[in-house]
């Protein structure tokens, strides 16, 4: 399944939310998103493509912790 892993040099940026101007999310190193997932993430905080890398990952091989995706 294809995922997008946000790299480890921008754990903890911060994502300033287009319409209430507040800071209300933060990123995480190696952190997976889905496709849609990452699509709403461009659209609300307007996240640049750089911050994320494309990776094929097999659903059974991933987990959450602390409400965070990550791959084993």
Known sequence: MLYYRVKP???NA????RT?????????GNELYTEK???RLVLRYRVSAVVCEP???NKHNT???FG?????
């Open 68 to 72: 965070a995706r990550f791959a084993d």
């Open 9 to 11: 040099e921008y754990d």
């Open 55 to 57: 990776v094929q990952v």
């Open 37 to 39: 997932e990452w699509e």
């Open 20 to 28: 209430t101007r507040a800071f209300d999310r933060v990123l995480i």
């Open 63 to 65: 987990y959450f912790f």
């Open 14 to 17: 911060r994502l300033l939310n």
